[in-house]
Each structure stands twice: as C-alpha cells, then as structure tokens.
C-alpha cells in the first residue's frame, strides 16, 4: 500500500522505473501522461479550485474549517475520475477514500493550522517532530491536487511539441539527433534567481537505495526519486526514458502515444483498436493495410524483448555452465509467451515483461522439468 511520498516516487534501474509495486519500460509513465484526455483536464482544473481556496486559507489565516468539507468532497471526486486513467490507474491505493477521508479530517487540519503556526521561526527538530506528520500530510497533499489540472495541461503543451518533432517523418531517432532535439527543446537554465521557468523543471529529491529485482529475490542498487508533484514525476519518468533510447511515439491507427524502446521505425501501438468489433490490438489492424502499410515483425517490440531474452538466456547458461534441458524450457516458455502477447493486448501491456525476465523464466522452467 502506498504512502503519500511513494505516490509521488519512483525507482529507477537497468532501464525500468518502479512504481507500486510494478515495474516499467522508463518513460511508459511519462507517455502516458501525454494520452490524458482534454475533458479529464478540464474537470481536474473544476476541481482543484476548491484545494487552491484551502490552501490560501492556511497560507494567509489560520485556516478555514468550513472548507474542509468541500475540499474532501473534490479530492473524491478526483480519485473516482483518474481510478481508471494511466498511469494514475497504476497507483495500488485499495483503500483510497477511507485515506482522503482521514488527511481531509478536523485533527489533519487542526495540526497543519498548528504546525503553520510554528513553521515561521522554528529550528529543524521542531519542524520534523513526528506530531506534526498528519499535518505535514495534508500540506503535502493540498497542492499535489491543486496544480495537478494546471499542470498537466502545461505538461502536455511542452512534451507534445515535444514529442510531435522526435514522431515526424523526417528525424531519424538516434541518440545523437534525440539529445540535439533535447537541446533546443529544453534549454539548460543556468541562473534560477528570479526566474519562474525552474519550477518547469523536476523538483524532486534523489536517494539512492536497494531494491529488489520484480521477478527474483535478487537485490539491486537504484535511484529513488521523490517528487512534489505528479507532473514532476511524468517529466522525470520521461526524461530517463529519453536517456536509454526510450521515445514516444504517436500510433497510425489510434492516434495515441506509445513508447518505443529502440530505434526501429514501430508505427502502432499494442491497444485495441478504436471501433474493431475484434477487438484487435492497433498492431494488427495495420498489419492488415497492405505492403506499404505493414509493420514488419521485427518491429513488434515484444518480439524484440523476445530475441534479446534468447541471447540472455544463451549467456546465462554458458556462464552458469547450465544443463541443455533447462535452456531449451526456457527458450520454449519464452516463445510462448511471445506468441501469447501477439493474441492478447492484455497480457501484452501487462504480465509480458515481468514474466519474461531472465529470472522468472528460470524459475518456472525449473518447475516444469
């Protein structure tokens, strides 16, 4: 279950970002993000104005009971609607109204009010005493709500630009031409006083620590990175996607962003195609408008992940000097699954990679010999 920092952190390694509990190509979150609809945006920014009046409640004053009711109401009304939308749907929060009835309750705002008071002139110590954190929580909250229509809309007006010049024609995606685009697009800032554009940036704070590997026991070093906004999190996930050759890219068929995670020339994305009374993924309605039209097989990226599991599965058992039963499960498990994910865009958008790990598949071919 997550708390309030770990809805707004990831962990980074080998290429994937970890969040609840679920790991991820880097820069499927941040892509994500980029398919937000116009109509959830505007209804987010409705009902952010309620968190905004709130907050200037406690900012200017010594805060304002009466609105607690309505701001508990919006932040409901705010998970009921991004429930089913990526990547706010990838959030494990069960039990996520009893949270919002509880950081939106009077002993919450009686101790944010108390700890505001105290903020001003106060040491350290005092400022990070424990009985201040279900103030310090409702602090936290407040404006990860407020901006959060704002923002995203300011999001998606930077990265599309963004992201419709890297899905042009013409621009080859190497490293070289994607790191010049970076450039031009997102100038270093080299002073930050009084300039406003730093907040356009990711504010987060960066940690380093020891995860375990999704599909083993293994325990592996990684970036944890804590943000002060969802936004600042989608533009971190996106931009560490950016730095392994993970870039999006508008489907043919649905016209929705996807992420590539290498340089091949993909057109469609693995969802259901629009309006398909088959329910076929947009990959296999494209495959279908002829030659010039189709997408080559190689350029499925589960198929990708497919062959480069061949290759890890041939060195792990030079390396470990394995039996020849073993690897030949392990390869057979492994053509399954890619086949699977061929025929179902659920299994291909969800257990596909995981179980496709070099690990797991060990692990299960050691279950069926």
Known sequence: MMNTNDAVSLDFWNGLAFYSGKSFPCGTIGCDALNISADVIERLKELCTVQYALINALTFGPGNPALLSAARESAQQI???LKDVKPFSYMDVPDVEDRIERIFSETYLNNAIEYSTVFGGSTLDILSDPKYEQGKTLLRTLPALAQLGYSLEQYQQT???????????????????????????FPKIEKFENNAAWMAMTNATTQYTTLLRPDSNTPVIAKHMIYVSFVGMFRSDLYEGLC??????????????FLTINARPTKYCGGYAPGDKRHRSCRQVGNLKGRKERELAEDNPNVELYKKRLDSINHRLRRKNADKPLGKMMKKLAKDKMQRSKNSVDYANGKYIQEMELDALEAEAKLLL
């Open 159 to 185: 990265m599309l630009a963004f992201a419709e010049k890297l899905n042009d024609p013409g621009f080859k995606r190497t490293p070289q031409n994607i790191a010049v685009l970076f450039g031009e697009c």
């Open 79 to 81: 998970a009921n609607l």
């Open 244 to 257: 392994v050759g993970h870039t999006p890219k508008k489907c043919r068929t649905c016209g929705r962003w």
